[in-house]
């Protein structure tokens, strides 16, 4: 099998259809236990099963050297790979595998990921289903659960009784904070301060230390950001809390399509070791490997006080947490309007022309039309608004998880960093913490929505102009921060003494 076959596969209606029913014809002439699909095989069995679910039950589903889970492909399913109602499915993955070949994360019992690395000398796909098969680790969970002997039905009976022993709902919170970047006129001050103040409220509001995991400065590499968000977003179930709060600079990168033309933008977050390059940014195409796939009754909140326009910060006013691109990676979004003798903006394509029309269009895809905005998952929304929510309504699902988003600022405005007395702040942070604070005092315990509401007003007053932003599912902004009040026993209320200060303003850049 190449990726030409599943190219074709992908954009053929027809025979994908013609597959998915020879795949039941098949099933119905025989009793079959076991379904061992692997490479395109995965894909068709995939989509025939999630559309007829019944065909699967009760039955072991082994998929291996296979494409399900690939951005390129899961568009095909609106975006969301679901679980099915098989008796076990097991997803056997090989790192060194070059066929398009992708993990897969679905949070129910009855799903497991199997890692099975193999590395063939001389074999430059490493995809032979043979190899797969016959590996060890294949062998102690497949083979053992398929054609179990006594003994070893009896551990792994016993290892699942484990496995459920606490089952309750679990926190988790990642804190990123970067002052320190590397040129001197990128450093910022406020944003460690940022994190140990975040950290102090969510311990206020039940948050354990233990769940709570901070990365700071020169530590907060592209790589090092992604071996964390994997702690805090592995093995999430219904009912979990997950925060991620960043603080630091945002920025945006014009993107070239696969021919080498510039034909997008990129937000991302400016990792410590950042250098205009997608491999040392976080970027939405990365991230949402993370969060697209959680399930739906869970809490994850993604906070980010930085912002992606850039500033000049002036000296001694308030720093801005964004950064203006070099002049090389600026003139991609630009071309030269020879009416007018000027430099504008270049004219990318829409990336989805009927979301970019919507009344929400610019809150996932930006004013242009063409950014790859984060925590929005577009990478995995390319269909037209009528064929996306067709696919999802047959598949019965929601499209992709998208996390509550707590903005800074609106996409063409500045984040600006704010001086309490002597110490910095991010401005939007510091009010963020007053107001948890203030509701708390008070009893109160606010939606997103009237959260967001009362930090606007508060950066109002203080005479910051910034509007923070905030995107969501209606029914989850509307509904109560599941953090806003300490839960007994979990975590105690100590509001700091008030204290005379003498207070001011910074920019972050």
Request: aromatic content about 10%; charged content about 25%.
């Amino acid at each position: 099998m190449d990726r030409g076959q599943v190219a074709q596969w992908s954009v053929d209606e027809q025979l994908q259809a013609a597959l998915r029913g020879a795949v039941l014809d098949k099933l119905k002439s025989g009793n079959y236990d076991v379904v061992l699909a692997h490479s395109l095989g995965s894909l068709i069995c995939y989509d025939t099963f999630v559309r007829n679910p019944a065909a699967i039950r009760d039955k072991v589903f082994v998929t291996f050297g296979s494409q399900i889970g690939n951005p390129a492909v899961r568009d095909i399913f609106a975006g969301r790979i679901q679980d099915l109602p098989c008796r076990k499915w097991y997803h056997l993955f090989n790192r060194e595998d070059r066929v398009l070949t992708y993990p897969l994360e679905i949070a129910t019992d009855n799903f497991q990921q199997v890692l099975t690395p193999f590395d063939v000398p001389n074999d430059l796909l490493n995809h032979n289903a043979t190899w797969y098969l016959s590996r060890p680790e294949t062998v102690a969970t497949v083979w053992h659960d398929v054609v179990p002997v006594p003994a070893s039905r009896s551990i792994v009976s016993a290892a699942r009784g484990i496995a459920r022993i606490d089952t309750r709902p679990t926190r988790r919170a990642l804190l990123i904070g970067i002052n320190d970047y590397p040129k001197p006129a990128d450093r910022l001050e406020g944003c460690v301060n940022d994190v140990f103040l975040m950290s102090s409220v969510l311990q206020e509001s039940g948050f354990m230390p233990d769940e709570i995991r901070v990365v700071l400065n020169e530590r907060a590499t592209a790589q090092g950001i992604m071996e964390r968000l994997h702690w805090l977003l592995e093995g999430v179930r219904d009912g979990d809390e997950r925060m991620l709060f960043y603080s630091g600079h945002g920025a945006q990168i014009p993107r070239y399509n696969p021919s080498g033309a510039p034909d997008s933008v990129d937000e991302c977050l400016v990792p410590y070791d950042f250098d205009w390059t997608p491999e040392h940014a976080i970027l939405d195409r990365q991230f949402s490997q993370f969060y697209s796939q959680l399930p739906y009754d869970c809490y994850f909140v993604a906070m980010l006080d930085c912002c992606h326009s850039g500033g000049m910060t002036r000296d001694g006013g308030p720093r801005i947490r964004g950064l203006t691109p070099p002049d090389d990676i600026r003139h991609r979004a630009l071309r030269w309007e020879a009416s007018e003798g000027m430099w504008v903006p270049r004219d990318f394509p829409p990336l989805n022309e009927s979301l970019s029309k919507s009344k929400n269009g610019a809150d996932y895809l930006g004013d242009n039309g063409a950014t790859q905005r984060l925590g929005r998952s577009m990478a995995l929304r390319t269909q037209p608004d009528k064929e996306y929510n067709k696919t999802r309504a047959e598949l019965g699902h929601h499209g992709p998880y998208l996390p509550i988003l707590l903005e800074a600022c609106q996409e063409q405005e500045l984040s600006y960093e704010y001086r309490d007395g002597v110490t910095s702040y991010g401005a939007y942070t510091f009010c963020m913490a007053k107001v948890l604070r203030e509701q708390r005092d008070r009893g109160a315990n606010p939606s997103f929505y009237e959260l967001s509401a009362l930090v606007t007003a508060k950066l109002r007053r203080l005479k910051y102009n910034q509007t923070p932003n905030l995107v969501g599912a209606k029914t989850r902004v509307s509904a109560k921060i599941p953090w806003g009040a300490a839960e007994a026993g979990r975590g105690q209320r100590r509001t700091p003494k008030k204290r005379a200060a003498k207070t001011g303003r910074k920019k972050r850049r």
